[in-house]
């Protein structure tokens, strides 16, 4: 019995380690591909394909719908070509490592945590393959998409990144708010071309007391200063330069960089707005009371368009309430941002796989992926005119849908990693928290906390063996 169930173990150990040299010898195989197309080049549209894709990004049924649709509709048009979906993977690294990640995958234009970026995976890592080449092959009209939305995705200036929707910060507000402090007029409402100088005010007339004169009930904004989406605006809001790729330096101590950012601390001195998600001394926090998002702030961050309907369910039913797009600067500053997908580098089927990542640049991909429950902002221009993809039922018709791609001229990255390495852009946004935590708290100055912020990106910019 005992020689029968080694006999048996052995003959299990033989299969197993055969599959396994199968499937090394399957992923040693894989070739990179650098996206690189010889003269009058053909592509084919046919074959396997398997899209791969973060657990929790598309978790349920409903989220996915848009994503399908897409997929169904690049079915449909090409019937040769089958797609696997995995919205189910917990980290990309090992199959990247293994070669064996999907021929597309799910990305953002910052990467997906505060640890990578698309420098990380498209250069560090070498898991992206450039799309320029098959941008030219498959005539892809790039002229209508938001400009600042299609620059999001080059990286050393070739085009890794193929985002899907258009995404910018964006605030919801308390209509009936406005009215009562006679900011508005009854019927009347914020228009998408006003600046920081008319938010600041706005926020003056909002701001109210309790009784005893220093307990804050209300104010004008909440306002998340330690996410890297609200905070850069800052960076550019006075023309100035705060990164300096070509000298591998960041400039925080540029008099116009440090000018926005006093706009940043100004607006908590005075109390204008609440600062989300930031740690404040025992006075301060006292002072705020009860105050939080969507109770006694008046203007509430829209983080994601996707999200607008959960979000306006923490106004108080009956509540009138509207949107308005990030507020201009003096250099006009709106931070945007973009999810999407990328081609692996080690892709089995090239040509499908950039055929299908480019189709989100097509009016017909973006309709198919935002007619649907689970779809965004169109990132084409002509589409964001249309109202498709806007909200429907009670209480969502008639809003201000045109902020969702309002002063698309002035569009900058809302994430710092689009802008400079990886290490340097980590280093700034642990520096931001830091900064305003400690400042919001009394422990130190925002000026301290900028320099030493700056002293630490600079060291280790010139330490990085690679740009």
């Known amino acids: 019995m005992r020689s029968t169930v080694k006999l048996v173990i052995r003959i299990l150990t033989a299969v197993l380690a055969v599959l396994m040299l199968a499937v090394s010898a399957a992923c040693d195989n894989r070739v990179k591909e650098t996206g690189e197309l010889p003269d009058d080049y053909v592509p084919e549209i046919r074959g396997k394909l398997k899209l791969s894709c973060i657990n929790g990004i598309y978790s349920t049924e409903e989220s996915q719908r848009g994503v399908k649709n897409w997929l169904n509709m690049f079915r449909n048009k090409h019937p040769d070509v089958t797609i696997e979906t995995d919205f189910n993977i917990n980290d990309y690294s090992p199959l990247i490592a293994s ?57 050393e200036g070739k085009l890794y990144f193929v985002g899907m929707d258009c995404g910018n910060i964006t605030f919801t507000y308390d209509v009936d708010a406005m009215v009562e402090a006679g900011v508005l007029a009854p019927g009347e409402k914020i228009g998408n071309d006003w600046t920081w100088e008319d938010f600041k005010n706005i926020c003056e007339r909002l701001k109210l007391y309790d009784v005893d004169g220093t307990t804050l009930t209300q104010v004008g904004a909440a306002y998340r200063f330690t996410w890297q989406n609200m905070f850069t605006p800052f960076l550019y809001a006075y ?60 203007f509430n961050i829209t983080a994601a368009y996707a999200s607008l309907a959960s979000m306006v369910r923490n106004y108080a039913p009956g509540t009138e309430w509207d949107c308005a797009p990030f507020p201009l600067f003096p250099e006009a500053a709106s931070p945007c941002g973009s999810l999407g997908f990328s081609v692996f580098s080690y892709t089995r ?12 640049l097509t009016e017909e991909g973006q309709y198919a992926i935002h007619s649907q429950i689970g ?48 290490e340097i852009a980590n280093i700034i946004q642990d520096g931001i928290t830091e900064l305003f935590n400690s400042y919001c708290t009394g422990e130190a100055s925002w000026e301290y906390h900028l320099t030493k912020m700056q002293e630490k990106a600079n060291q280790m910019w010139e330490s990085l063996y690679y740009k």
């Open 375 to 422: 779809g965004d902002v169109p990132l084409l221009k002509k589409l964001g005119e249309q109202d498709f993809w806007h909200l429907r039922g009670d209480g969502f018709d008639g809003k201000n849908y045109d902020c969702f791609t309002a002063n698309y001229e002035n569009y900058v990255p809302g994430q710092l990693g689009t802008c400079v390495p990886p």
């Open 239 to 298: 023309g100035g330069k705060w990164y300096d790729k070509e000298n591998k330096r960041v400039n925080l101590d540029n008099e116009n960089v440090r000018k926005g950012i006093r706009e940043a601390i100004e607006v908590i001195d005075r109390r204008l707005v609440y600062p989300c998600d930031t740690r404040m001394s025992s006075a301060m926090r006292k002072e705020y009371g009860t105050i939080g998002e969507y109770r006694g702030c008046v």
């Open 99 to 155: 070669k064996s990640l999907g021929d597309l995958f799910y990305i953002t234009d910052g990467g997906l945590n505060a640890e990578d970026t698309l420098y990380q995976y498209a250069i560090v890592n070498e898991a992206m393959m450039p799309l320029d080449s098959y941008v030219e092959a498959y005539g892809i009209d790039l002229t209508d998409i938001y400009g600042g939305i299609l620059n999001l995705g080059y990286v």
């Open 349 to 360: 089927n090239r040509d499908t796989a950039a055929a299908l990542a480019l189709s989100l």
